[in-house]
């Protein structure tokens, strides 16, 4: 599952042509499992190749053209392998899945590029986000009072720095307190920092794996 240390990164915009639809629509099994074998083909083609894929977006399902952020996070036995995703829709979720598998295995500079015989024993796991909306709050225990354990992903920011812990880091901070104090740190904020200018969203995850 993804971890405290996943990564994000930025990419560009949807294709003037992206269909719309709800933007937090549940996906069924049958997009669930489409988007398992892009990853894992996207990971495929890199090790053959190395380069990402090009996928034919029109031979996909109208679900997976609908402009939508996730992240892609790899496991080896049980242990974090890379992750990589988008905190913002910014193309079609297909391509997005493509392209995030590619980089967790291969561009995460937390390690070095996954070899051959990773594949076949690797766990890819997708979170799908809902779109991030800004929390409001007079001080530090009017957030907190605001969050929900085991369901909030955060994105915080603050004096140019920011980070987020996807809704799966409560299975390692599991009290509002530590999960907050912990964000501010991967965000390179001092835990017990505070200021005005601090800003949080909170989004959900649909989230399945292999």
Not at 24 to 40: E, K
Not at 81 to 100: K, S, T
Request: aromatic content about 6%.
């Amino acid at each position: 599952m993804p971890s405290a240390d996943a990564a994000s990164r930025p990419d560009a915009g949807p294709p003037d042509d992206a269909p719309s639809a709800e933007p937090g629509a549940a996906l069924d099994s049958v997009h669930r499992r489409r988007l398992l074998t892009i990853a894992r083909d996207a990971i495929r083609h890199g090790l053959d190749t190395g380069r990402p894929p090009r996928l034919d977006l029109a031979a996909e399902a109208p679900a997976l053209h609908v402009s939508r952020a996730a992240f892609v996070t790899l496991e080896l036995a049980q242990r974090l392998r890379g992750c990589i995703g988008h905190l913002e829709a910014a193309q079609p979720l297909a391509l997005d899945v493509a392209d995030n598998a590619f980089a967790a295995a291969f561009r995460d500079p937390r390690f070095p590029p996954l070899e051959a015989a990773e594949l076949a024993p690797l766990c890819i796991k997708i979170s799908v986000l809902t779109p991030a909306a800004e929390l409001h709050f007079a001080d530090e225990r009017a957030l907190l009072a605001q969050l929900v354990p085991g369901v909030d992903g955060l994105i915080l920011a603050d004096a140019g720095r920011r980070g987020t812990f996807l809704p799966s880091v409560w299975e390692q901070l599991p009290t509002r307190e530590d999960f907050l104090r912990r964000l501010k740190e991967k965000a390179g904020l001092p835990s017990d920092h505070w200021s005005d200018t601090l800003r949080v969203w909170r989004y959900r995850t649909e989230s399945f794996g292999e």
